[in-house]
C-alpha cells in the first residue's frame, strides 16, 4: 500500500496548478508515445476493435455516410479509426485537451495492418482498409490524416457538450472516458448526450469504474478505493491529472434511464471485494455493484 500511497502523492504533486499539469501532459504524452511503441500493439487494444465493430454491425447502427461521435478520443482516436476502416461515415473526434500521438498511432495501425483478418471487415471492403491504413501510414500530421479519414476534431477544454445541435449524431461512443468525468456534473452530462443522439440512435459506452491507482500497484485490489471515505479520498488520494470519479455501474444505469435512453445490451466484470472495508458512503450498494471493475453498455434513445 506504500506505493498506492506514493503515487497518489506524485499525482497530487502534478495537479499543484497549471503550470504542474501542463508539465504532466507533455511528459506523460512523450514518455507515452515512446513506450507504445517500444511494447507494440496490445491484443487488448484488436479485442476493442472488434468488439465497436460487432456491436455496430448486430444493432444495424452507423451506416453507411452516418455521422458519430467519440467523446475522450485520447493519444491515438483507436476506435474512431477502426470504424472508419469498416465503413464511410463522418466521425467528430472531441476531447477536453490535445494528447495525441501520431507515430504511436501510425505504428498501433501499421501492426493492425498485419492482424486485419481479425476484424469482422466485410470482405469487399479489405481493399479500402487497406488503402486507409497505407493512407495513415504516410501522414505526416493529424491534419493530413483527418482529411483522409474525413475527420473533425474537437478540443473543448471545459468539457460541455452544448456546442453540439440537438439530435446531431446516429453514435455517441466511448471507451474508458466517462470515469473521468466530473461526478458533480453527470446527470448534467448524461441528459446532454442524450439530447445529441437521434431517434433510434445508439449511445455505446465501456465504462472502468475500477480504482485506477490500484493499475500501478500489484496486489492492490482494483476496488481498493471504496475503503476511503470522500473526506479521506480527496484529502490523500484525488487528483486533477488522473481524476475518476469513483461513481459506480447502478448509478451509470440509473443517470442513463433517467436521461430516457433504453438498455439494449449490457456485459459486466467483477472482482472480489470481500475482504475489503467498506467506507460507510459505499456500504448500502449491493456488494456485486462494488464488485464491478468494467463494464459496456448499448442504450438506444426511443425513435
Known amino acids: 500500500m506504500l506505493k498506492y500511497w506514493l503515487i497518489a502523492a506524485v499525482l497530487r504533486a502534478f495537479s499543484a496548478n ?22 507494440g500493439l496490445p491484443d487488448s487494444y484488436v479485442r476493442r476493435a472488434r468488439w ?7 444493432h444495424d447502427t452507423a451506416r453507411q455516410g452516418a455521422e458519430l461521435l467519440e467523446l475522450g478520443t485520447g493519444w491515438l482516436q483507436w476506435e474512431s479509426t477502426v470504424i472508419r476502416l469498416w465503413r464511410d461515415v463522418r466521425i467528430t473526434l472531441y476531447d477536453v485537451w490535445d494528447n495525441r500521438q501520431l507515430p504511436a498511432a501510425q505504428h498501433y495501425f501499421a501492426q493492425l495492418a498485419e492482424r486485419l ?17 497505407a493512407g495513415i501510414a504516410a501522414a505526416r500530421s493529424f491534419d493530413e490524416l483527418y482529411r483522409l479519414l474525413g475527420f473533425r476534431y474537437v478540443v473543448e477544454p471545459s ?11 446516429d453514435v455517441v461512443f466511448s471507451c474508458n472516458v466517462l470515469e473521468h468525468v466530473d461526478a458533480a456534473i453527470l446527470p448534467a452530462y448524461v441528459r446532454d448526450m442524450a439530447r445529441l443522439l437521434k431517434p433510434g440512435g445508439y449511445a455505446v459506452h465501456t465504462i472502468d469504474p475500477g480504482d485506477h491507482l490500484a493499475y500501478y500497484c500489484r496486489g492492490v485490489s482494483k476496488k481498493n478505493y471504496i475503503r476511503y471515505s470522500e473526506p479521506t479520498w480527496r484529502r490523500w488520494y484525488a487528483n486533477d491529472v488522473q481524476y475518476f470519479n469513483r461513481v459506480q455501474r447502478s448509478t451509470w444505469l440509473r443517470l442513463f434511464q433517467e436521461a430516457g435512453l433504453e438498455l439494449a445490451h449490457e456485459e459486466v466484470t467483477r ?11 459505499f456500504a448500502p450498494l449491493d456488494p456485486a455493484d462494488l464488485a464491478c471493475t468494467g463494464f459496456k453498455v448499448i442504450y438506444r434513445k426511443p425513435a
Open 159 to 169: 468539457g460541455a457538450l452544448a456546442q453540439f445541435p440537438d439530435a446531431s449524431f
Open 52 to 58: 465497436i465493430l460487432d456491436v455496430l454491425t448486430q
Open 271 to 281: 472482482t472480489d471485494i470481500s475482504r475489503l472495508p467498506v467506507a460507510p458512503a
Open 117 to 133: 483478418s481479425e476484424l469482422p471487415l466485410p470482405p469487399e471492403r479489405e481493399p479500402r482498409a487497406r488503402e486507409l491504413l
Open 18 to 39: 497549471a503550470w504542474t499539469r501542463r508539465l504532466y501532459r507533455r511528459l506523460g504524452n512523450a514518455l507515452g508515445a515512446r513506450t507504445r511503441i517500444r511494447r
